[in-house]
């Protein structure tokens, strides 16, 4: 877990480029891909090495959350193992930070970021359509519908914990300005709605790519980045800002940079 103390002035607002699902094994675009560099942090949904090296050398920071690609070819516990050696090497010089249930306070700012990969609710009547038509299940070793549900109620209630406890330090600071604002990163949708192409919408494996998540009590929740679903879209629902800017489809702006 990365924190930092809260300051006693804040910054009006912090920005964010966002990027998901980029994709870029298609035609081996790691090393030629060129981000713009729009804003002072970058979010990402996917990982690459020699990728990341080439942004977190012009990004302040770059936070990278786990999808499930990360973890396959191996176990979950072997991917996670991966996914933390990853952002101990020196080559990224401090600068890549991983999400994985984890919390970054933004310096100089009233901004936290939480991230998690926040597996999806399966629900029992779809586990066999789910099994048989996902991936997952058939490249991450010993991976079953059980251990994805419990992954999403660890996430789950691991990030809820984590936002009504900033929910309960906000109720004690009178200023508005001096309030944390929240931004959530996940890798799957936090909504079943508006998250994915309409042409999806009636696929029995939907709930493979999300869960409607966005009911729960989110004050000081300002926007909720995600990827998996390769469908870019900005919308707004209970006050909290529902970002995907996915770099494979019509739409992706790869400018688009986010305040909070």
Partial sequence: MFSKTWPFICRPSVSFQVLSDPHLE?????????????????????????????????????????????????????????????????????????????RYDIPGSCVTILGCTLWSKIPHESRDIVQSKIKDFQKIKDWRVDNHNTCHVSDLVWLLKEIHSIQQVNENVEKRSQKQSILVVTHHAPSLER??????????WKSAFGTDVLSHSLNGVKVWVFGDTQYTTDFREGGVRVVDSAATKDGFDIRKVIHV
């Fill in 195 to 204: 998250t994915s192409s309409p042409q999806h919408s009636q696929n029995p």
């Fill in 26 to 102: 298609i035609k081996q675009q790691y090393q030629s891909y060129e981000i713009p560099l729009c804003a002072d942090y970058l979010i990402l949904a996917d990982k690459y090495r020699g990728f990341l090296q080439k942004q977190t050398q012009q990004f302040k920071l770059v936070f990278l959350i786990l999808g499930n690609n990360e973890f396959y070819n191996g176990t979950f516990a072997f991917g996670l193992e991966k996914a933390r050696q990853l952002e101990q090497e020196s080559s990224f010089n401090g600068r890549l930070i991983i999400l994985d249930r984890g």
